[in-house]
Each structure stands twice: as structure tokens, then as C-alpha cells.
């Protein structure tokens, strides 16, 4: 999820944890605790892409982390706070819960997390977008409400759990019941218009959950379509074609296997201007009305002394920003 929203998880988790004994600290500290998972983007940066893919989400958002890092920050904090009524023991539990509800949140995304790191298990429900406001901005709304209470006042405490309800059922009950109800739909959709398929793999669209993506994987293509509770027409599919002939000699390419492994096997090729791309298909188009438009991960791939590299492609902002009308409309049903 987006940093605001793990900061206001942090905050509320470090609230409920601990902010009877330290009061606004909790908070603080509770918003510090969930970003630092986050910071395996800032290790990154020293790795080449396909390995700085593979680190992001990995060994600082698994229960392993959690356990050996909560007790160093709980000690640091409790020498930090020295005069505070929390202990080393208090702060090591606060600290990770903090680090922990982080990739469990996580794993509810496209991306997913490697919460059992270090076994090769990435968990992606893939019931909420990355950066989705009917999650994020009531638990804002009702952590804001306790702030306004000292910690010895039940109304602080009443608040910041209203937060965790309300947010918990929209994670835990509504989304997923959404997915399921939309899941139906494509399946139902793909019987209708007589479409033989491999697999198919659902996904909401950006910044709500109304308006979902599924991709099918048929023998030389795959289909995507979008479906909005709001729709009255049917489910319509466009094809992309896999062009995995395009790889050639890279097709046993040991770094471009790295690559089809973290897109677990959604990907096509394409060309353009001579150069071959690999688009990752889980994050869908730029313009989800577009059929042709880019696909937000798409890696331009190139051989640098004997070794094949990935590049990722530059997304312009300014026109993400001019999709969002169409977007909107679009959620409100075809």
C-alpha cells in the first residue's frame, strides 16, 4: 500500500498497542514502525532492476524480519524513552506489531509480500489497489478523532478501534466479497461467449474497488476485460498476443527466467523501434479504455556485457492525471 496508508496503520496499531502507557508517542513511533518495511526500495537503488524487483517486498515485509528487528528497535526506543512508563519488553511487542500488520497488509495487493520469507511463497489476494481512499481516508479520519483525546480518555481509545473495525471489514469482508461477486461475472461472461481459457486472475483498478480487470490466459494470447458493478452491457475481452517468439535466443536466458517468475507467467513481448520489451500484464494498461495504450511495468530488455538487462519505462504523471475523468467514468458503469 501507498506510505500515507502504512503510516496510518502504523499509528493506529502503535495507538492500540501502547498508547495507554505513552500517550502521542505511541503514534509517532506506531508511524515510523510501518514504513520501515518500505526501505527495501532504498536497498534497491544499489542492485541492478530484475534484483531490486526481487528485494522489494521480500525479507523486510516476512514474520522473520519482524521477530529479529522488534526487539533491537524496542530497545532503541527504550533508551530513547527512558523516562516513559513502557519497557524494553513493551516496546520490542509494540515494535513488532508495528513491522508486522505492514506486509499483512500488503499481501491484500497485485504485488503481494514474501511475508514467509525465506520460502518462495508470495501471497497476493489482490483484493485491493495499492493506493484505494475508502480504505485509507475513514481510518484517517477516526485516528484524527482519537488524537484529540489524552490517553487516559476512553473516547482515544474508542476511536482509534472504530478506525481499525472500519478499515478491517472494508479489507477483510467488503473487497473480498467484491472480488468474489466479480470473479463470478468473468467466469460467467467467458461461458457465455463460449471462450476456452487456462486461467484466469482478477484485480481492482486504481483508487477504488468498483471497477475491476481480469486477465485469462488462453493457448496463444491473453484476454482482458473490465467489469464494473455499475455495468448494464456485457463483458467485453481484447486480445494481446504473447509474442513469445519474439525472445529468441533469450528465451533460456537465466535473468529473463527471473523476470517471468516474478510476473508469475503474466507477461507478453513487444517491439518497438527494434528494441524487445517485456510488459508485465498484472498492473494492466496506462488507460484501461485503451487497449493500446502502455502497460504501466513494461522493461526494455538489452544485452550489456553478455548480460541481459531490464529497463523499466519512464510512466509520464501528467498523463496518468488526464485518465482519471475516464477512469471515473468508467467506474460508474458502460
Known sequence: MDSVTQIVLGAAVGEAVLGKKVGKKAILYGAIAGTIPDLDTLVGNFFDTITAIEIHRGFSHSIVFAV????????????????????????????????LTHPLLDAHTTWGT???????????????????????????????????????????????????????????????ALK?????????????????????????????????????????????????VFDTQPIDFYSVPKNYDLAGELADDPNLNRLIQISDGW??????????????L???????????S?????????????ELTATETE??????????PRLWARILGN
Not at 516513559?84 to 520490542?92: M, Q
Not at 520469507?117 to 508470495?122: A, I, N, V
Not at 489524552?150 to 469482508?173: A, E, F, Q
Open 68 to 99: 529479529l528487528f522488534a526487539p533491537i528497535f524496542g530497545w532503541i526506543i527504550s533508551k530513547i524513552e527512558s523516562n516513559s512508563d513502557a519497557t524494553w519488553k513493551n516496546w520490542s511487542w509494540f515494535m513488532f506489531w508495528g513491522l
Open 114 to 176: 514474501q511475508l514467509f520469507w525465506p520460502f518462495d511463497l508470495r501471497l497476493a489476494y489482490k483484493n485491493i489497489f495499492v493506493i484505494d481512499p475508502l480504505y485509507t481516508l475513514p481510518f484517517l479520519f477516526f485516528l484524527i478523532m482519537a488524537m484529540r483525546f489524552n490517553r487516559t480518555d476512553p473516547k482515544r481509545r474508542k476511536y482509534n478501534r472504530l478506525g481499525l473495525i472500519v478499515s478491517s471489514i472494508y479489507l477483510l469482508v467488503i473487497t473480498p
Open 180 to 228: 468474489l461477486y466479480t470473479f463470478q461475472k468473468f467466469e460467467a461472461a467467458l461461458e457465455e461467449q463460449n471462450i476456452t481459457y487456462e486461467r484466469i486472475d482478477t484485480r481492482p483498478t486504481p483508487l477504488n474497488s468498483i471497477l475491476w480487470t481480469a486477465n485469462i490466459e488462453t493457448e496463444d494470447a491473453f484476454l482482458i476485460g473490465n467489469y464494473s
Open 267 to 280: 507477461y507478453t513481448f513487444s517491439e518497438n523501434d527494434g528494441d524487445l520489451y517485456f510488459n508485465d
Open 282 to 292: 498484472r498492473f494492466g494498461n496506462m488507460d484501461i479504455e485503451d487497449p493500446d
Open 294 to 306: 502502455d502497460f504501466i511495468f513494461s522493461y526494455k530488455l538489452a544485452k550489456e556485457h553478455g
Open 315 to 324: 510512466k509520464e504523471m501528467t498523463d496518468a492525471k488526464n485518465l482519471l
